[in-house]
């Protein structure tokens, strides 16, 4: 494998293992920084291979291919969090630097880990039980009721390993699974159905030294499973939920020893409702940048991922505080036309302040192949704008 230039300068190479548009998007910063980026791509075509010059392909699940890899690296960090625990473990063996860690990673690897040691550190969760058989599954639904969530522990994301089952047969199929070899060997994992007034996210960075910042909690909306669009900061939230919210993601972030960004995606519920005691209760965590923290990457004093590599680096954070009153991030989702660039001249054209971020993947419909910021005082205005330049990208409205 050819090692990455060193540029001069005594500057450090961060490794992403993933070729993912999160990778991608590390290199902006990267560049600006002059911190060189090494990538470990599925195929020469992926997203951050297009973008960054040190692009090994191999797979993720390779750990020979690895170890190689993270020997021409000064730090190990991911694209995603699917890489299995036992190749971590050799590398870890080998005495390669990742951020996050192996035994932070887990967290974001494994819905039941993270339901587990949430629920031991007293952070508000759904009510939830793992189930192997119908029986079990019949058991908790007596205490929360019908319909019920049923996620595949892991393996999941954009909603896909989520099921709002209305009875144990509609869990028949994942019921079958358990015990095998996947996602589904040690379990389903059940929830019940939070009632929420919303989704939120609050992302925070740590650093190995324990140094962290908290970005404005954000208001996710999801379509059919898939985040379409992010409002920063989250309109009308209490100030009060808002602190005991970002108290909640640094305590997560200590505590589990996350080192990089961290993602905790939330249910606002209403006070004194079945769900929880408190407003809040957790859904998931990522331990990357994550979708829900695109629009600091124009709405913040300091990104995401240039946040991202200053934490795996063990420097300095960045002030996480917002530029603007507003910034809406919309999500452009892959329509039915594979050429793009020609609505750039419209787009453009008509709003001068909208920012566009194209990943370089190929349209395939419903993928996340884009995203648009916009910022301003005004937050209707910022909706309007970004999601008409989404739209227009994925080509649903044509004026
Ligand atoms: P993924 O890993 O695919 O992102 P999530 O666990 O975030 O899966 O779930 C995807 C979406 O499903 C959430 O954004 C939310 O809209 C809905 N959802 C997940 N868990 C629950 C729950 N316990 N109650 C109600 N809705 C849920």
């Given at each position: 494998m050819t090692e990455p230039k060193r540029a001069p300068g005594g500057f450090p190479v961060v490794g992403v293992v993933g070729g993912g548009q999160l990778a991608r998007m590390m290199q902006g910063p990267a560049i600006e920084l002059g911190i060189q980026l090494s990538v470990l791509a599925e195929d020469a075509y992926?997203?951050?291979?297009?973008?960054?010059?040190s692009a090994p392909v191999g797979e993720h699940t390779d750990l020979e291919m690895i170890r190689k890899f993270a020997a021409s690296c000064d730090v190990v960090t991911f694209d995603h969090e699917h890489v299995p625990q036992d190749v971590l473990a050799a590398l870890e063996a080998d005495g390669v630097v990742m951020h996050p860690t192996p035994a932070a990673l887990r967290h974001a690897q494994d819905k039941l880990v993270?339901?587990?040691?949430?629920?031991?550190?007293?952070?508000?969760?759904?009510?939830?039980?793992?189930?192997?058989?119908?029986?079990?599954?019949?058991?908790?639904?007596?205490?929360?009721?019908?319909?019920?969530?049923?996620?595949?522990?892991?393996?999941?994301?954009?909603?896909?390993?989520?099921?709002?089952?209305?009875?144990?047969?509609?869990?028949?199929?994942?019921?079958?699974?358990?015990?095998?070899?996947?996602?589904?060997?040690?379990?389903?994992?059940?929830e019940e159905r939070v009632d929420f007034v919303r989704e939120l996210a609050v992302l925070v960075a740590r650093s190995p030294s324990g140094q962290a910042a908290a970005w404005p909690v954000v208001e996710t909306v999801q379509t059919e499973g898939i985040c379409t669009e992010v409002l920063a900061p989250a309109p009308g939230l209490d100030a009060d939920l808002a602190s005991v919210v970002t108290e909640a993601a640094l305590r997560i972030a200590g505590e589990l020893d996350v080192t990089g960004v961290l993602a905790v995606e939330m249910f606002e519920v209403r006070p004194g409702g079945a769900s929880s005691s408190s407003s809040y209760v957790v859904n998931e965590l990522a331990m990357r940048p994550h979708n829900s923290g695109h629009w600091s990457m124009d709405g913040a004093v300091t990104g995401q991922f240039e946040q991202h590599l200053r934490a795996v680096l063990d420097l300095p954070l960045g002030d996480p505080r917002p530029r603007a009153p507003w910034t809406v991030m919309a999500n452009v989702l892959g329509g039915e036309d594979e050429e793009l660039y020609s609505?750039?001249?419209?787009?453009?054209?008509?709003?001068?302040?909208?920012?566009?971020?194209?990943?370089?993947?190929?349209?395939?419909?419903?993928r996340k192949i884009g995203h648009v910021n916009v910022s301003s005082d005004d937050l209707e205005s910022a909706r309007e704008r970004a999601q008409h330049a989404a739209d227009y990208l994925r080509g649903t409205v044509r004026e």
């Open positions: 992926a997203a951050a291979a297009l973008a960054i010059p993270m339901r587990r040691r949430l629920s031991e550190l007293g952070i508000a969760c759904p009510r939830w039980a793992v189930a192997r058989t119908a029986s079990e599954v019949a058991e908790f639904a007596e205490e929360v009721g019908w319909p019920l969530i049923a996620k595949t522990p892991r393996g999941g994301y954009d909603g896909k390993g989520v099921l709002l089952a209305s009875s144990v047969d509609d869990m028949a199929e994942w019921l079958t699974q358990v015990g095998r070899r996947g996602p589904l060997e040690d379990g389903l994992l059940l609505a750039y001249r419209h787009i453009m054209a008509r709003d001068p302040g909208a920012k566009i971020h194209v990943y370089g993947k190929g349209v395939r419909p419903s």
